[in-house]
């Protein structure tokens, strides 16, 4: 990528509706963040996704995308990635996915206490259960996330450092470990490792759907 390229990072899988733009020349980090937008709305996100991204420099332009695929709300992941699509038309822009439960073990990395250490994401899943999935030292996934009950959880990750909107529940449920909370930020979008972006632009599911085709319920 060019040191002069924009990139826009989008992120609305939770319920956090996030945007950033980044550019410049950057550092050793990656690019300079140049402008954000961070409103933590539940729900709705179809509604104020574009306008947050209409209030970054030049509407938020961009020659590259980044848009979270969850697992988390399948409609916000599904806005957000409706929003890249659409963008990346109209501005002759590149559009790369990438795994949610990743960059918010990428934002936890960023405090000193917890570079080079193994964090374990729990965040929201659906039907009571939790998201949870731990990454190593370098923010690649050890294992694939899974949808658990809480419980089921804290008896099978014993991973000190936890974080995500569930991890103060995981931790309490175990009695030990440190939790952060934390929701997405399209802001640490550019600390993702690069092997996790994807040009394959489909929600990842945290769980398997609970309706069936109508032929396997019949066992026709």
């Known amino acids: 990528m060019r040191s002069d390229q924009r990139i826009l990072a989008i992120e609305c899988a939770t319920e956090a509706c996030s945007v950033a733009l980044f550019g410049g020349d950057g550092n050793e980090d990656g690019p300079s963040l140049l402008d954000h937008r961070h409103e933590t709305i539940g729900r709705g996100h179809a509604e104020r996704l574009v306008p947050l991204i209409a209030e970054l420099p030049e ?55 917890h570079e080079g250490r193994e964090i374990l994401v729990a965040m929201t899943g659906g039907h009571g259960e939790i998201f949870v999935q731990p990454f190593g030292p370098g923010g690649h996934p050890s294992e ?51 092997a996790l972006l994807t040009d394959r632009l489909a929600p990842i599911y945290g769980r398997a759907p609970d309706a069936k085709p109508r032929h396997l319920v019949s066992g026709s």
């Open 59 to 113: 509407r938020g332009r961009a020659d590259r995308i980044l848009v979270s695929l969850g697992p988390g709300s399948f409609t916000g992941t599904r806005i957000g990635l409706a929003a890249a699509r659409s963008l990346a038309i109209a501005w002759g822009a590149d559009v790369r996915g990438y795994p949610t439960l990743a960059l918010v073990a990428a934002m936890a990395r960023t405090g000193p206490e």
């Open 144 to 194: 694939p996330h899974r949808s658990l009950p809480t419980d089921s959880a804290a008896g099978l990750f014993r991973t000190e450092f936890v974080a995500g909107n569930k991890a103060a529940e995981l931790v309490d449920r175990r009695g030990s470990g440190v939790a952060l909370d934390l929701l997405p930020d399209a802001r640490f979008a550019c600390a993702l490792p690069q």
